[in-house]
């Protein structure tokens, strides 16, 4: 099953923050100081208004709280405007 | 009795999600995870502006509360503008 | 005498919805479920970015609320912008 | 003394509804129920948005608590915008 | 000094009604009824959208606590969008 | 030090009212009453939609609490958009 | 890493006042009246609206609460339209 996502609107997925001492150890904690990150799951066809600057597998910042959360085969998306994406982050 | 939609609306049933186990129990309890989805009913003709994307048959994700509930013939429907559509599930 | 509506309004007269059983008894009280069925009674004649698409004699949907109640010669009307007309019914 | 409105408003009186018995007698406490009937009493040269569909002496409906009230030489009016004038009644 | 209003603003300057009797006497108190007449004092240059219909000496009829009231060399006037001025009162 | 605002934006210093008396005594208690006068300090480029109307060097009325305050080597000025400046004060 | 914004959105990094007496003694109390500097860190490409006017090292002014902050690698940005930038601080 696949989420084909309408006009300027993107399907993200948020990433779960893990923190990695440099022993290795993981510090789940800490994820709660990175909650706007995701990555992008779908992106739709774009509007004559709006062209799509973001690719599926993009890391981006997104302000919290906007877009509608949906739920499907038990994972949960976001799905929002590429209008509600602030920044993509290169590695 | 058919619903004629006019301009950029569509008319939408929810669909009532049933959960079958692999020994084929059905789980309605379950159903309360997915209170988005639904099944296009009918489709206007779009407006000078907006472009239908979307054909009678689809399984779509709505955001919750949007679009306006009416009752025809005991059956219960969403009416609803295209834009508030987030995405179509293809299979 | 005669309503006119201008630009892209139109007047609507509620439908007061019957049920029959049947036997062919009269159940007023079943009325509350349909609020929001109406028929034509009157077209403007459109607005430059408006074009009309119902015409007098449709039975249409339309959301609870919206529009104007006007009362004319003992009747009671609804006056509203096609935009808030939901969809026509046919039969 | 004339009033010229600008743009696309209109210069409207509402009309004292008097109900008529059959043997004549005028009953002035039915006047409560057309709160909304009004005599077009000058209009504005339009803009270039919005042409002008009524003219002086026009009987209209229009939505009660629009438009701003004057009161010029001791007699009320209503001016407002042509887009706030519902309908107009022909005889 | 001269004030010169920007773009589609007109400075307006308020008329206190005076109503005088027969036999000369002024009554002040009566002034309360006529809030919204004023006098044009400037009239800006317009805008691409908006084309200018006063000219200074209009005696014009405004919507209450419309505009911005300022006060220059004692003299109190208001600074209002052209939009804001409902009619003009010809004598 | 510089300031260059963007677009349609102006940035302004609240002129300080000072009442001089004949005698030449000034009078600073009486500068509450001219809240909104200013000097125009910096222009910017305009936009597409915006040409800019002042200049550096003018009187300027502006509307109280429009803009933002800036402090700017220990001075305060605001920043606001050429379309909040009511009228230009000519001497 | 680098963060790249869409559209007309710029990153900031908000700029610590710090004030040095003449004797060179830095007094970090003073920084509460300074809020509203910042420092651009990346411009986005503008859309076909809005033309870019900042570039990467300019000294902005920005009004307080106005975009989103974000915290990445341990250092805090904000995100905001170039709209949302008053003027450039040129040195």
Known sequence: MQIRPL???VVIKRIEAVET???GIVLPGAAKEKPQEAEIVAVGPGTEDVKM???VGDR???SKYSGTEVKIEDKEYIILKQEEILAVIEK
């Open 53 to 55: 600057e973001v690719t």
């Open 21 to 23: 001492t440099k022993s």
């Open 7 to 9: 006009g300027d609107r």
């Open 60 to 62: 981006v910042l997104f």
